[in-house]
């Protein structure tokens, strides 16, 4: 089964710098996603990707995808102390029988921006 | 703007006892989720929901879990005899349209102790 494994697992950063985070994936995608997550709250969508895109931008995200590598990394700059949470990367694929899709999620990344 | 709820927040019961985990999925959306999340591990899948069957479901889900929507709006994880390997964050998921690519809205979990 495909599952996608982010780096690093645990991430510290000062406040102002760049935060990347990497996902990698075994099998073909139809899209991947990337969530947040706050300390025992639930996941929240922050952008998707789709598998015939390259990159995308969202306010301070960028994230990147290359089908060749399997691999997708999520940038976000200046970072703020707020920014602070688990970032999951999620491979989807299709379901047989127009049965939807399937989200897999790898271990994340725990994220922490100092102030 | 629409959001999954899901009840209760946090539910504690004796080992052996059936639990009833409860999600109303945004009102127009097509498939339903529920993961879980182990404290500190990754998210896991457990089943997917579309057209009121399961269209798959992983090893997690064996004969203790069932789902249901008895009537149209709310969407429940029974486990039958809780285990102390139940205790978890569980999340209820839904999505509109599966091949547009969209996003999953997930609910805030139900957090288990199983005791």
């Known amino acids: 089964s495909q599952q996608g494994e982010e780096d690093p697992q645990a991430l510290s950063i000062q406040e102002g710098e760049n935060a990347t985070m990497n996902c990698s994936y075994k099998t073909s995608i139809n899209n991947l996603q990337w969530y947040r997550q706050n300390s025992g709250r639930g996941l929240v969508h922050l952008i998707l990707?789709?598998?015939?895109?390259r990159e995308k931008h969202s306010g301070r995200l960028r994230v990147t995808l290359d089908t060749s590598k399997k691999s997708s990394s999520l940038l976000i700059t200046a970072s703020r102390a707020a920014d602070t949470a688990s970032y999951f990367c999620?491979?989807?694929?299709?379901?047989?029988?127009?049965?939807?899709?399937?989200?897999?999620f790898g271990g994340g990344t725990r994220l922490m921006v100092k102030p | 703007e629409p959001e999954v709820t899901q009840t209760p927040s946090h539910q504690v019961t004796q080992m052996g006892q059936e639990v009833i985990l409860r999600c109303v999925p945004i009102s127009n959306h097509l498939y339903f989720y529920w993961y879980r999340q182990i404290l500190g591990q990754k998210v896991e899948f457990l089943v997917s929901?579309?057209?009121?069957?399961?269209?798959?479901k992983s090893e997690i889900f064996d004969d203790q879990f069932s789902v249901e929507r008895p009537d149209g709006s709310n969407f429940t994880l029974k486990i039958r005899s809780t285990k102390l390997e139940d205790s978890a964050m569980y999340f209820c998921a839904s999505i509109l349209r599966e091949r547009m690519n969209t996003e999953a809205f997930f609910g805030q979990g139900t957090r288990l102790t199983v005791v």
């Open positions: 929901f579309y057209n009121n069957e399961i269209s798959e």
């Open positions: 990707i789709r598998s015939n895109e």
């Open positions: 999620a491979t989807v694929r299709s379901l047989n029988n127009n049965a939807g899709n399937m989200l897999t």
